[in-house]
Structure formats: C-alpha cells, structure tokens
C-alpha cells in the first residue's frame, strides 16, 4: 500500500470515527507511535480540521463544523445572471478518478486538487484530445458515493492511460451557470446546491443520479461553467454515463 492510499484509508477512518487516540489508529494501521503521529499531522496539513483534547482522556477528533465554513458564502446566483440551458452531445472524457462515501467531504476538498496538480503531469499522456486547454471536471456527488473525475475531452478512448480512467457521458440537457471566485471544491459543492434550488423555484428539476460537469479553461481559476443535468428533458435514449477502466 502506498503512502498516498494509507492516507486516504485513514481520512475514511478519522471521519467514521468520532474521538480515537493515536496509539488506536498506530495498532489499527499497523504503524508506529510516531509514524502514525506523522500521518495525522499530514492530514491536518492539508485541511483535515482535527482537534488535539489533551490530557489522560484526550485523544483527537474531527471537528464537524469545519464542513460548514463555506456557509452562504457560495451564493454567486443573481436575478442579472440567468442559466443559459444547453444540449450537450455524448461526451468522452478521460482523466483521474476519485471516489469515496458521500459523507467524506473532507476527503474531496483534500484529494480533488491534488488531481489537478497530478492530471497537470501526465495530460501529455492522453490522446485525441479535443478541446486544448480545458479541463473538465466530472461529478457524481448526490448519491451515497463520491465519485470526480478530473479530465480532459476527448474524440474518443480507445487508448487510456494507466492508472486513468473514460467516461462516456450521453447526450443530454444541462442548466449552465459561470461560477465566479474561490475555487475551493467545498465552496463549488455549495453553490451546486443553490443551483438547484434555483432551478427548482423555477420549474426546473435536477437530474441527481446524472454526472453534472465543471469546465474551466486552464489559466483561468477563478471561473468555471458549471453543468447541471436536467431531469425528464433528456434527449438522448436514455443511455446512463459509462465508465471505462481498463485493466
């Protein structure tokens, strides 16, 4: 196991497990002390709110108000600003997947940039791409699993990268809204569900179990379009999204 996959087991573990002391999480994880007092700083490091309780009894928990720091600040939604509604045709992405429950919103905000930084690497890899400097980021984040993939378009992908992974996303029809600002995945996740609720004030009804779409041009942080897939309005044949992992 890698050190990178040690880490993300213990972010699933440090968020099911309300206290925990380190000597706990070292005997679970087959570590030492100090090696998994390492790890734990790591996480804090990268934006895990983790709480140290001092004392005999102490030990370290998960803040689980952190997850609301974004609060309202996400609404970027004003009346000047209306969706625009597209049909997108079926789309090839190919990229680097991250999955993991839907409660471990931490998780996300910690692993999806570090995609980016690792797609910045190795898009060089992936052939027949299509839309030179976009990336597009693809979300499935309203079931009881997680799922991103952060990527490029493709033509097609018969040839996939290792380690990387394709999704075919059928044709279909989204609201589009430009997100202005902080790229923080947090701030993202909550403007989606303003986006919705928008939506739905206006008759319109969000797709849930449909992957939603993130487009941004490669120089440009602070400004996404931001896909969400509409229900009852698809006007493909109604083909789920396909995921393509070879082996």
Do not use: C
């Amino acid at each position: 196991m890698t050190k990178t996959q040690r880490l993300i087991e213990l972010m699933m573990r440090v968020y099911d497990k309300p206290t925990f002391t380190v000597d706990e999480m070292a005997a679970e994880f087959g570590v030492s002390y100090r090696t998994m007092l390492r790890y734990l700083h790591e996480l804090s490091g990268m934006g895990v709110p983790l709480y140290a309780e001092p004392g005999r009894r102490g030990g370290y928990s998960l803040l689980q108000s952190a997850n609301r720091t974004a609060g309202i600040t996400g609404q970027r939604i004003v009346s000047s600003d209306p969706f625009q509604r597209i049909i997108r045709p079926q789309t090839y992405v190919i990229g680097l997947e991250f999955q993991a429950p839907f409660t471990a919103v931490y998780m996300a905000k910690v692993m999806i940039p570090k995609l980016w930084v690792e797609l910045g690497r190795r898009q060089h890899e992936i052939p027949r791409q299509i839309r030179t400097g976009v990336k597009t980021g693809v979300s499935l984040s309203r079931t009881r699993l997680y799922h991103y993939i952060a990527g490029v378009e493709v033509s097609h992908f018969h040839d996939v990268p290792e380690g990387m992974v394709g999704i075919i996303l059928p044709t279909r029809e989204y609201a589009v809204y430009t997100h202005q600002g902080d790229p923080d995945r947090a701030e993202i996740d909550q403007t989606h569900l303003l986006l919705m609720d928008k939506l739905r004030q206006r008759g319109l009804e969000p797709d849930l179990l449909a992957y939603a779409l993130d487009i941004r041009e490669s120089g440009d942080s602070s400004s996404m379009n931001m896909h969400i897939p509409l229900r009852d309005s698809n006007p493909s044949d109604g083909s789920p999204e396909f995921v393509y992992r070879p082996q």
